[in-house]
């Protein structure tokens, strides 16, 4: 494992680089398969074809789940939860299907407490 900071090679999986300090996947800059260059943009190593991770705090929605999930259990046949999200489109569906006759407000109850739903831009909804 290489760091994506400083590019160090690594032994084991430490938690914090010890030549550079940082945390070794969340940087942008190397590979952390086989140590070549990549972009702040790269989804997947050119050299050798491994997937980037990100990092987890930029995954993670700022909206919070008790919200979603009280706006999903109260409201959730009108939508008011998807739009809580910023999903506008699929809360204006809902809205004029009352919620898929109440199948989908269910289905969307228990992603929001399970912590599996997420927002606009795709990142899950864990923090309460």
Not at 12 to 27: F, H, K, Q, S, V
Not at 50 to 59: F, K, Q, V, Y
Not at 106 to 115: P, Q
Request: hydrophobic letters at 40%; proline letters at 5%.
């Amino acid at each position: 494992m290489f760091c994506r900071n400083c590019d160090k090679e690594l032994i084991g999986t430490p938690e914090i680089c010890p030549n550079c300090g940082a945390r070794p996947l969340t940087g942008t800059s190397f590979c952390p398969n086989c140590g070549s260059s990549t972009t702040p943009m790269s989804e997947m190593c050119v050299k050798c074809g491994a997937r980037l991770a990100t990092a987890i705090a930029e995954e993670i929605s700022p909206k919070s789940r008790l919200a979603t999930s009280l706006l999903a259990w109260f409201l959730g046949g009108f939508g008011a939860h998807r739009f809580y999200l910023g999903k506008i489109g699929t809360a204006i569906a809902m809205f004029f299907t009352l919620g898929g006759l109440g199948i989908w407000a269910l289905i969307d109850f228990i992603f929001a407490v399970t912590g599996h739903m997420k927002d606009k831009e795709g990142r899950i909804i864990k923090n309460w």
